[in-house]
């Protein structure tokens, strides 16, 4: 399903759920008039306040990617706290 948007000659803006490619071209809007389809740039605003940021600095790094001066410090894993690990055969 996807939100279609309707505007109205007063201005008032509606939005139906149809089925992709499926919305009327008209709707009625509260205000009892006959409400138009209403084209909208899609998505834009719509994402999560967390996608939103992701998305953002991903697009900065692409155009300047931070500078990385050593390689990254990894830990050794946790050793296995099951007990039936150390019966486990060794290579
Ligand atoms: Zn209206």
């Known amino acids: 399903m996807v939100d279609y948007l309707y505007r ?5 803006e509606t939005t139906h ?13 509260h205000c009892g008039q006959d409400a138009r389809r209403a084209f909208t740039a899609p998505m834009l605003g719509g994402a999560r306040r967390a996608s939103h940021g992701a ?4 697009q ?11 390689a ?8 296995p ?10 290579p």
């Open 17 to 29: 759920a149809a089925a992709m490619g499926d919305a009327a071209p008209r709707a009625s809007c």
């Open 81 to 90: 706290t099951d007990p039936r690990h150390a019966m486990l055969p060794r």
């Open 55 to 58: 998305i953002e600095r991903a």
């Open 72 to 79: 990254p410090t990894v830990s050794a894993p946790a050793a």
């Open 60 to 70: 900065a790094s692409a155009e300047n990617p931070a500078v990385v001066r050593s």
């Open 8 to 12: 109205c000659p007063e201005g008032h």
